[in-house]
């Protein structure tokens, strides 16, 4: 059985399609950031003893969170690159700030901190960048958990600018901001002390769990508590503090070479973002003009065929058809754009493939050996650890 539609609703029909190509028309502007924020600096003189010392994480670069619709401009070896990038730049905008005692970027969360950083790039295209980060402490307290986004226009990749500062650094303002403004309005002095104290044990429990154990417990929140406290002048606390001084002095080298990769990696890397800043808004206004060409031109062959099924002579007849072949030509046109659109997503595909993450092996000297690290700056760091822990172990079994 065949269904036909009325001259009047197909009139009707043809009305609400051009509405919507009129809609579409209208909703293609992107809303885009025009006012800087600066860091906030702490009012107070705060002492150095309550000054919290910040892990930053490497970020996640959030490949299993790409949504739908940008897998294809999506390019993972650049997010993997980013994962290293953005964390650096938090660290560096944090210890700027001058609200925080000693801020590094680590390499994993095997050395405990008074603060850690966690965070999952969701978005960066040039143009917009979404990144959602989570900040706990030492005692397993999650502060919170907030997602931040920018978009940028192109007057940020002006060299005056680039020079200045990076196009997203209002981004790591407004988490250095929440950071602080989290720290006054719900953390106490007494709590600031406990925090410290908490790292300090965490990072002895994993030297030695059958000595330091028993002064921390666990809350039904699962939030760790004090119980007890070692004496200060306790010779395994001591080696312990020592041994965590040469742990921290092995990451302020490894700050050294993430600041070597960020400074090796920000030319091809902001090169990258402003081309792909023009693709992705290309890309959006191709996408834009496809749908708009394809709404038209199926209105127009609606029109068409309005035309024809009413033609009372030759000449109204063949406007029809006419009518039909020139909405046939705009939905082609469509489908040209759309094939101009994945040119763009090929090209963002092919832009910075060569952004590698390769590390020199190590070599550091100890008192009665000297020993090289190699592979990752990750797996460099995991064997250091278990140097430390020998460390560890021959001296305190000299005591």
């Not at 030759?314 to 020139?326: E, K, N, P, R």
Request: hydrophobic share 40%; aromatic share 8%.
């Amino acid at each position: 059985m065949s269904v036909q539609l009325k001259t009047g609703q197909l009139k009707n029909f043809v009305g609400v399609i051009l509405l919507a190509c009129f809609a579409t028309a209208c909703a293609t502007h992107t809303v885009k950031s025009t006012t800087y924020t600066a860091i906030i600096q702490d009012s107070q003189s705060v002492p150095e003893d309550l000054l919290l010392d910040v892990g930053v994480a490497v970020f996640d670069p959030g490949i299993d969170e790409i949504k739908r619709g940008e897998e294809e401009t999506t390019n993972h070896e650049i997010r993997i690159a980013e994962s290293r990038y953005a964390p650096y730049l938090l660290a560096e905008t944090l210890q700027r700030s001058g609200n925080w005692g000693i801020v590094r970027l680590m390499p994993n969360n095997e050395s405990p901190m008074d603060v850690y950083i966690n965070g999952t790039i969701l978005q960066s295209n040039g143009e917009a960048m979404i990144m959602r980060i989570t900040v706990t402490d030492s005692t397993g307290r999650e502060w919170y958990t907030k997602e931040y986004d920018e978009v940028i226009s192109q007057f940020s990749y002006e060299p005056s600018e680039r020079q200045q500062s990076d196009p997203f650094q209002v981004i790591y303002n407004n988490i250095a901001n929440d950071l602080l403004a989290f720290r006054q309005q719900n953390i106490s002095d007494r709590e600031i002390v406990e925090i410290r104290t908490v790292a300090e044990l965490l990072f002895a429990q994993r030297f030695s769990a059958e000595v330091f154990d028993a002064y921390i417990t666990e809350d039904r929140r699962g939030h760790l508590e004090i119980v007890s406290l070692p004496a200060d002048t306790d010779p395994v606390l001591e080696r312990v503090r020592d041994i965590r001084e040469r742990d921290f002095m092995y990451i302020d080298t490894v700050q050294d070479y993430y600041a070597t990769y960020v400074r090796q990696m920000r030319l091809p890397y902001d090169s990258w973002r402003e081309q792909s800043y023009h693709e992705t808004v290309e890309l959006r206004e191709l996408r834009d003009s496809a749908r708009r060409r394809f709404i038209a031109g199926t209105a127009v062959v609606l029109g068409g065929l309005v035309t024809a099924a009413n033609a009372g002579n030759y000449t109204t007849q063949t406007g029809g058809i006419i009518g039909v072949g020139a909405g046939a030509y705009l939905i082609k046109s469509g489908f040209d754009k759309q094939a101009e659109a994945k040119i763009h997503m090929e090209a963002l595909e092919e832009l910075g493939q060569s952004l590698e993450n390769e590390v020199a092996p190590r070599v550091i000297d100890l008192a009665d050996r000297t020993i090289t690290l190699t592979g990752t700056v990750e797996e460099q760091y995991a064997q250091w650890r278990e140097i430390l822990a020998d460390i560890y172990a021959a001296e305190v079994g000299e005591l």
